[in-house]
């Protein structure tokens, strides 16, 4: 799975998790907490995108993750590790 | 002898049941004595079952300050937030110091429904559960977001006490405003949101009744001699207290004094209720209130329908000298609301003390003791002056309160 099919999907539980943002707002170079996402709204997204992609990934891992594309990242290389 | 040596008056109701959303709809449809029983229907009721009740068809929240964040909370706290808006606007709490309210929700294990559902969505893939969950599940979130949404900073805290929670939350209401701890309190009778676990667990106890040959509408038939247990039903209440001298002090104006209350168990775990502890709470409720029993005109029974609830309970009012008070039975229109009831039923005696009139009860065709004054198939006139209220909860919890409609 490429990292933009990565990024749509954690880009659509961002438009569910925070329903009153534009759907432009949330670009890679984004971060969750810039577009209104509290800590808890930030591990939903997480945790719906893992859920859609099938992934396990402890939370933790996503501790230092700055914005989207950090996030997609770590995603993608979870992903090649489980080949 | 008082329980508090200062005047504590109520000056703000919410109320929101399947009838209706506000005062004004819920005084209506008990006055004409409407129902809204039927086989229910929401998500997470019903599994190779027909369970009978009562549900909220739609919930108007326009009024809430913020709606959108009504979107990710549990039912039981989206009704709390519509409800208490009510009370909040009628008691005109935004000129108050949000330090000095409290808020005290009468509840516990009150979302189960929501619980099942999210349950049964993650039971293969727990490793998913949604963060939310973690906190989410435990009651006191109700606590943390209604505090959040009316920016209530003083006291708070969600209460267990069955069926008898949300008489118990008024009364702790009432004493932290007594003790100073706050200025003005709220009271919340929370939704008890059942799943068809619970529904199946009561009806096999022998509490809940089943419809079995009875058509919906007259399963419900608390204090007859054919009723078959309760019936449950959504709902939700919230009632605001403070010092009669706060009251004025801020010309809000009053429903009614609470005078006196009374609440202790009975060293009794089983559902069975004890006659001793009944006929306890209710003579200690008026003796606090420094009346006498001749002096009650109005009773509020808990008369859920239960087979033994109901026999005990008519036992204790006649063994208290009650007979000659109107009484009737609020459960047999709205149902059972569980953790809500008390208080429910404290906002249903207010209102029917501002109407100047009694509702009816339903299905109320063959009483298990003829000898009282009953408030039978029509509303009555009547202009409540001491009126007594009573909730009585598994686990040998027994509550018992005076409303007095002249403020001294």
């Known amino acids: 799975m490429d990292k933009l099919a990565i990024f749509n999907i954690i880009k659509g539980e961002t438009l569910n998790v925070l329903s009153h943002i534009d759907e432009e707002s949330v670009t890679e170079a984004a971060s969750l907490r810039e577009l209104g996402a509290n800590s808890i709204d930030r591990a939903e997204i997480i945790m719906m995108a893992l859920e859609k992609l099938n992934l396990r990934m402890p939370m933790i891992e996503f501790a230092k993750a700055r914005n989207i594309s950090d996030i997609c990242a770590l995603i993608e290389n979870k992903l090649l590790e489980k080949g | 002898m008082n329980n508090s040596i200062e005047s504590i008056v109520i000056t703000g109701l919410g109320i929101t049941v399947p009838q209706g959303q506000g005062k004004q709809a819920v005084s209506e449809s008990l006055l004409k004595g409407s129902t809204c029983f039927s086989v229910m229907s929401k998500n997470g009721r019903q599994k190779e079952s027909t369970f009978i009740g009562s549900e909220i068809q739609e919930l108007n929240a326009s009024g809430v300050k913020s709606c959108n964040a009504l979107e990710r909370v549990s039912y039981s706290l989206k009704v709390a937030a519509v409800t208490l808006n009510e009370a909040w606007d ?7 110091a949000p330090e000095r309210i409290g808020l005290i929700a009468g509840g516990s294990n009150f979302q189960q429904r929501e619980l099942v559902l999210r349950q049964e969505q993650y039971r293969d893939k727990p490793y998913y559960m949604r963060p939310n969950y973690g906190f989410n599940f435990m009651d006191g979130d109700l606590i943390g977001f209604c505090s959040q949404q009316f920016n209530i900073q003083g006291i708070g805290y969600t209460l267990g006490g069955a069926s008898a929670s949300g008489t118990l939350a008024l009364i702790k209401a009432v004493q932290a405003v007594a003790s100073g701890e706050v200025d003005v309190c709220i009271c919340l009778g929370t939704l008890m949101d059942l799943s068809y676990f619970e529904l199946y667990g009561l009806q096999a106890l022998g509490a809940m009744g089943c419809v079995d040959g009875h058509c919906a509408d007259q399963l419900c038939r608390p204090f007859d001699k054919n009723r078959r247990g309760f019936v449950y039903s959504e709902g939700c209440a919230a009632i605001v207290v403070e010092s009669r001298k706060h009251a004025l002090s801020r010309t809000a104006v009053p429903y009614a004094e609470v005078s006196g209350w009374s609440y202790h168990i009975d ?3 089983n559902p069975d209720p004890q006659l001793e502890g009944e006929i306890r709470v209710i003579g ?12 009650i005109d109005y009773i509020n029974p808990h008369a859920t329908g239960s087979i033994l609830g109901d026999e005990v309970e008519i036992k204790a009012l006649a063994a208290s000298n009650l007979r000659h008070a109107y009484i009737n039975t609020t ?8 953790s809500a009831a008390g208080t429910v039923e404290v ?5 029917q003390m501002r109407s100047g009139r009694l509702h009816p009860s339903k299905n109320l ?9 009953w408030v ?33």
């Open chain 2, 90 to 96: 009628d008691a005109n709490l935004s000129v108050i």
């Open chain 2, 267 to 269: 060293g009794h775990r």
């Open chain 2, 284 to 295: 200690n409720a008026i003796k606090n209130s420094g009346l006498s029993p001749n002096e």
């Open chain 2, 331 to 338: 459960k047999s229109i709205l149902g059972h609301s569980l």
């Open chain 2, 347 to 351: 906002v249903s005696t207010l209102l």
């Open chain 2, 365 to 373: 065709d063959d009483p298990i003791d003829d000898d009282f004054n």
């Open chain 2, 376 to 408: 039978r198939t029509q509303a009555i006139v009547h202009d409540i002056k001491h009126a007594l209220c009573l909730s009585f909860g598994f686990g040998g919890i027994n509550t018992a309160i005076c409303l007095h409609s002249k403020v001294s």
